[in-house]
């Protein structure tokens, strides 16, 4: 390439910005970089090589790729066509290419057309996706292999296949926000029960232990539904005995009741219990078979914005203890609260635990009270936040574990009803690994003949 000399005095000028200037032009824009030569000499060529970004450019546009340095650490690419992803999504080996997978790549193939036509020097349009491979570089960032078909824009008949190799690159990191971590802001936690039993009494316990004990800026407001509290003895006496004791044991703390004889409902029980706080109370769905610890509540008070952002926590739960003990080894079933595939799995289908603001719940209409029986007013809640907007802050939480219990489904529930019970049901009994060995197990002993 030809230089030309500048004078001394406008480079000192101009030196500083024009660096500035083009290593952000390089980092975000995307721009064809031929290897040599002009773009008219790719014409010459019969089946040219388009490299979009020279050694030049990438010393400043783009780092060195990852490398591995053992087998466990290559990065595997998902497989892709214009309808599916192959690879490892929450055990599902195949998903629809919808959503924002298909916008990223929408975005980038519209660039690689553009620059395609610049580098052929004719007109040139993405007439379909053939496949493609891409995979997440943690070194330079996401990383695509395209094949694509083009044809030409005066001829249709003119077919091109090509193979693009791109490189999304990492940009400047740009800070959107600054707050405490940790604060003090009092988290309301409302759970809904229908009777006292023995998974109510631990979960007490627990929350004492967790947070009354040491003193946390809790409130815990239980919505009792069905109770019979006219009577002398019943449930109604026990649980109301129960929030007296722990009055007068932490008179420091709020624990509260909220008495309805309405049939038992989750989301009206919650419903009720967001009527008692202010619109500025943070508040945390609770579920009286899951087990917390402390330092929930900096994630509950820091991810939920009031007016900008909801939480909702992906849970850990429990696979049956003794089929977790009975096919798994000994040192990882050891404390069945610990987090492994051994002891339990992500509930990623679950959105029933959200902590939020009272008024970003009003905000998008609250639970649906119309849906009746198990499950349902969740989903619909969370889908009422996505379209909303507020933000949907979706992430693993360890803090959160449901214990494992026996359930059943009840047959009167509605077909999609019975069918998400019956699911949740078989996915949180065991993993696929414990299940086959039991199988395998009861199969292989040898059968009394009667």
Not at 183 to 195: D, N, W, Y
Not at 294 to 315: E, M
Not at 410 to 427: G, W, Y
Request: aromatic residues 10%.
């Amino acid at each position: 390439m030809c230089r030309r000399k500048m004078p001394r005095d406008i480079l000192k000028l101009s030196g500083a910005f024009l660096l500035g200037f083009l290593t952000s032009y390089l980092i975000n824009s995307t721009v064809p970089c031929p290897g040599g030569g002009d773009l008219a000499d790719l014409e010459s060529k019969q089946e040219p090589e388009i490299k979009l970004c020279q050694n030049e450019r990438n010393s400043v546009q783009l780092r060195e790729a990852y490398t591995p340095s053992t087998l466990f650490d290559v990065i595997r690419y998902e497989y892709f066509t214009d309808r599916h992803i192959y690879g490892e999504f929450d055990s599902d080996p195949r998903i629809g290419f919808l959503g924002h997978h298909k916008g990223d790549l929408t975005h980038i193939l519209e660039q690689l057309s553009s620059l395609y036509h610049g580098a052929k020097g004719y007109d040139w349009f993405l007439k379909k996706i053939i496949d493609g491979y891409r995979r997440f570089d943690p070194n330079r960032g996401e990383e695509y292999v395209l094949n694509v078909e083009l044809r030409n824009t005066h001829d249709q008949s003119k077919k091109d296949v090509q193979r693009f190799e791109v490189v999304k690159p990492f940009s400047t990191a740009h800070l959107l926000n600054i707050k405490p971590y940790q604060s003090s802001e009092t988290v309301h936690f409302i759970l809904p029960i229908s009777k006292v039993t023995n998974r109510l009494r631990t979960f007490l316990k627990s929350f004492e232990e967790t947070f009354l004990k040491p003193k946390e800026e809790v409130h815990l407001l239980l919505v009792v539904m069905e109770f019979n509290f006219q009577a002398k003895e019943g449930d109604g006496v026990i649980v109301r005995n129960l929030v007296k004791d722990l009055r007068i044991r932490y008179p420091q703390h709020k624990v509260t009741m909220l008495q309805t004889k309405r049939p038992f409902s989750r989301a009206l029980g919650i419903d009720l219990g967001t009527k008692q706080l202010p619109e500025e109370a943070l508040m945390f769905f609770c579920d009286v078979d899951v087990t917390l610890k402390r330092d929930f509540l900096d994630r509950c008070r820091s991810t939920a914005v009031h007016g900008r952002q909801v939480y909702y926590p992906i849970v850990f739960s429990q696979y049956d203890p003794e089929l977790a003990k009975g096919y798994s080894p000994v040192t990882k079933v050891k404390d069945l609260l610990d987090i492994n595939k051994y002891t339990g799995h992500w509930i990623t289908y679950g959105f029933g635990m959200v902590c939020l603001h009272q008024a970003d719940y009003r905000r998008v209409g609250g639970f649906d009270l119309s849906i009746t029986g198990w499950g349902g007013e969740d989903v619909d809640l969370y889908l009422k936040h996505v379209k909303s907007d507020l933000k949907v802050f979706r992430a693993m939480d360890p803090s959160l574990i449901h214990v494992y219990h026996s359930r059943s489904c009840d047959p009167n529930l509605t077909k999609e009803q019975l069918r998400m019970c019956i699911d949740s049901m078989a996915e949180g009994y065991g993993s696929k690994t414990q299940l086959a060995k039991m199988v395998l197990r009861n199969k292989m002993m040898p059968q009394n003949d009667e």
